[in-house]
């Protein structure tokens, strides 16, 4: 999870008699034969389809990555969690925080990763009532494919079986069949919480409660075993920059073995023809010697190929009055590069009917934002974000971290007892020096130096006025003079 453009993010199988796999042609996209097809490809042409592959990859390798890291351990412990057992985060970040950019201080994180590929797995969630809350389920090419929650299914306790790539079979009465593209699935729960203790111990007791067993054991007394420990997983470096370190022979490979049970969406058959012209074939070993001289052409395509894919930033979301943000997260189809870059900047997005996340690091002036100086942002009468869920502006110090201040705030939010001006417009008011107590409710602590925004829309609203059709437009944040 890293420094996003839109969002932060965060951040074990049993067999079951009804498994019945079907062949890669029959549940996705055909993988065309390589032999032929990789030679006679001159050093460009090499280059030019190992960057398109590069791109097209990233996701599922950086996904693969991931899981490696926040799988690896024996129990449950902070933001990582066995495979098949939930990571439970009981409280928001501090200040002090440094594990991951762009924390968020409005819902409690409870996720895991699955693997579906042998049988399905029930995941039980409690009745929520009235609270929001979220739980995102990511196929291994991080499409959301299902999110239950408070807008798509209410409130109500359920179990769900998630089934993976061509399992068909017989689930127990009151389990809804929730189909997985790919074998590999990431679980990213929210659950929305007030910071107070009465609200923390309210939802780490709903979080208790959430579960995920193999089917084989759904309705039977169930204890997880103790997650396998990797000594040779690096859990220290950046799952990005451990990905970006990998060569063109490793990263293909990788790729290759993870389509096998990560299979690709039937719309990517053009997609899976280039691939196999390099000999990139599902489930086959990668071999650049196939390709002769022409392999040269594989040296640099790494490098490249994160460079077009951070290169897509600038064109990837709308810039208005200093807020840059997309509605396009969450499924891409073949959007390869919205994928990937996704994928760089803001692993595990929602879907933008769930959560927008517009960022502002310079005002509407085009100034960088600066502790220095006091700033301004005017909601006028009736104009707060428009959501059904709820909304928070987060303030990040120029690193993307919480910044320490003398009421310990974070954000201002829909929770926030805000102060109206007297023709009931709103003032949020950004700065580093206290304004006194009569507007502390509408201030927003900054730092003495630089500083960027984050303002985040729960479940926004699809009818007018609303951000994912443009009729609500973010208000600019100015200077004040």
Known sequence: ???????????????????????????????????????????????????FAYIYGYPLVTMEYTRRVMTNVAAPEGTRAPMGQFARLREYPTAAFRDVTAPNADTLYTTTWLDVSKEPWVVSLPDFGDRYFLFPMLDGWTNVFQV?????????????????PGWSGTLPAGVTEYKAPTSMVWILGRIYCDGSPADYAAVHALQDKITAVPLSSFGKPFTPPAGAVNASTDMKTAVRDQVNALDATAYFNLLAQLMKDNPAAAADAPALAKLAKLGIVP????????????AAGLRDVPKTGFGEIMAFFPKA????????????????GTEYLDRALITAIGLGANRPQDAVYPTSERNAEGQVYDG?????????????????GFWSLTMYDANYFFVDNPLNRYTLSSRNKLTPNPDGSVDLLIQHADPGKD???????????????????????ENDPSILNGSWKIPPVHEVK
């Open 439 to 461: 507007k502390q409710s509408n201030w927003l602590p900054a730092p003495a130096g630089k500083f960027v925004l984050m303002l985040r829309l729960y479940w926004p609203k």
């Open 148 to 164: 239950p929650g408070k807008r798509t299914t209410g409130g109500k306790a359920a179990n769900y079986a998630i089934t993976g």
């Open 372 to 388: 220095s100086k006091s700033y301004v942002m005017r909601f006028e009468k009736g104009q707060l974000p428009p959501v059904n």
């Open 283 to 294: 489930g086959q070993p990668f071999k650049p010697e196939a390709l002769g001289a022409a």
């Open 1 to 51: 999870m890293h420094r996003p453009l839109l969002k932060s993010a965060l951040l074990a199988t049993l067999v079951v008699a009804a498994v019945t796999p079907m062949s890669l042609a029959q549940s996705r996209a055909a993988a065309p034969a390589p032999a032929a097809a990789a030679t006679g490809l001159t050093e460009a042409e090499v280059r030019d389809l190992g960057v």
């Open 317 to 332: 979301g709308t810039n208005e009055n200093g807020w840059i943000f997309t509605t396009k997260t969450g499924i891409y």
